[in-house]
């Protein structure tokens, strides 16, 4: 007799607040993130930081070291930490330096990170408490306020997993520096959206004023 082998699972069963919690939304940023979120162990305006938490156990430290660039002329290394520290003679060496995003040693790739007090090339901004209205039509108004302070270059909403792209209360944003300003100091903690206020957060390695606005959430 035949038997049909093509079983199918049934679906784990899933109770309303863990289908609708935080922990179930997904972000829906296009663009790649900052490759790393790491707190930076030091700062200096010279120098750039190689983020080797997840170094591959192939990497060989000797290609590392021919794959800096030629002005970099010291380092500091953090074993403990998996931090290496890079030092250029010029502010604008590390800057140029900081902008590849990554460094490229043989088939591997290492996140560069700004030192401290600098946000990176590109940063990520989150958004709590922001109001449910039409996804364009939210897009259109954030994007309109924020132009102010900085540069958007991709804005969403973080919507419950598997569903129909439900909108939740937060979005995120992909955002760059206005040229010859500093984020740090141009980035609000507070928007208003439709006459209700929007808080917003930099996830970047060093806590920023920014940070103090919200209490620590679970964004995946």
């Known amino acids: 007799m035949d038997t049909d082998s093509n079983t199918t699972e049934t679906p784990k069963f899933q109770g309303v607040f863990e289908s609708f919690s935080w922990e179930n939304t997904q972000t829906n940023l296009t663009n790649e993130r900052p490759p790393s979120s790491r707190i930076l162990p030091a700062g200096d305006n010279n120098s750039a930081f190689l983020d080797l938490s997840k170094m591959p156990k192939e990497l060989d430290g000797r290609h590392l070291e021919t794959a800096l660039p030629e002005e970099a002329i010291g380092v500091k290394f953090r074993a403990d930490v998996k931090f290496i520290q ?4 010029e502010d604008k060496e590390a800057e140029t330096f900081i902008e590849k995003g990554v460094l490229q040693v043989g088939e591997h790739t290492l996140p560069i990170l700004p030192p401290k007090g600098k946000l990176p090339p590109i940063a990520l901004i989150r958004m709590e ?3 449910i209205r039409k996804r364009q039509t939210l897009e259109a108004a954030i994007e309109e306020v924020m132009k ?8 969403a909403p973080r919507t419950l997993r598997g569903s129909r792209r439900l909108l939740t209360t937060r ?4 955002v760059k520096a206005i040229p010859g300003q500093n984020l740090t100091k141009t980035l609000p903690s507070i928007i208003e959206i439709f006459d209700q206020k929007v808080l917003l957060s930099c996830i970047y390695p060093t806590p920023t004023p920014l940070d103090s606005c919200l209490q620590p959430h679970s964004f995946n």
């Open 129 to 131: 408490n922001v109001p």
């Open 171 to 174: 979005w995120e944003m992909l």
């Open 148 to 155: 102010t302070y900085c540069i958007p270059v991709e804005i």
């Open 86 to 89: 890079v030092f250029f003679e």
